[in-house]
């Protein structure tokens, strides 16, 4: 299953999170996007039902079990959210590429906060994930790979 990059930017191994718990890879495997600055929306980076929504992040489970976290910064939930326009609700359905959340990561890193976003597969096992992006990716691309 091909898991979407939430938005537009340089792609990161997750090892280099400055969190961690994603660096760790304590939550799962997956990799992580230094978005480019300005009014952006992430996106789903599956199909599937929305499990959790917050201003700073969410969850998106597909058909297969699949969950998938996509964090917008680290230490954003801070923020209370501030900067941050949720368009979608809990348990609503979406396809991969829908708009979940609007933000502008130059405003995160303004409050001197990171805006990387980490993308997790949630309770997933490292051999799971094949085929990551390099270099820049566009929001909607191929980030990684995720086998059943």
Do not use: N, Y
Request: aromatic share 4%; net charge negative.
């Amino acid at each position: 299953m091909d898991v979407l990059s939430p938005c537009t930017g340089q792609v990161h191994a997750l090892e280099t999170v400055p969190d961690p718990v994603f660096a760790g890879g304590l939550v799962g495997p997956g990799a992580a996007v230094e978005p480019q600055d300005g009014p952006q929306e992430a996106v789903a980076p599956i199909a599937g039902r929305l499990l959790k929504v917050h201003p700073h992040a969410f969850v998106v489970i597909g058909e297969s079990r699949l969950a998938v976290l996509v964090h917008l910064g680290i230490d954003t939930v801070s923020r209370r959210g501030e900067g941050f326009t949720v368009l979608r609700s809990e348990g609503e359905v979406v396809e991969a590429g829908a708009p979940i959340i609007g933000w502008d990561p130059a405003v995160v890193r303004e409050a001197g906060l990171s805006a990387i976003v980490p993308v997790v597969a949630l309770e997933a096992t490292e051999d799971r994930i094949a085929e990551e992006a390099r270099g820049e990716v566009s929001s909607g691309a191929t980030l990684f790979v995720a086998r059943d």
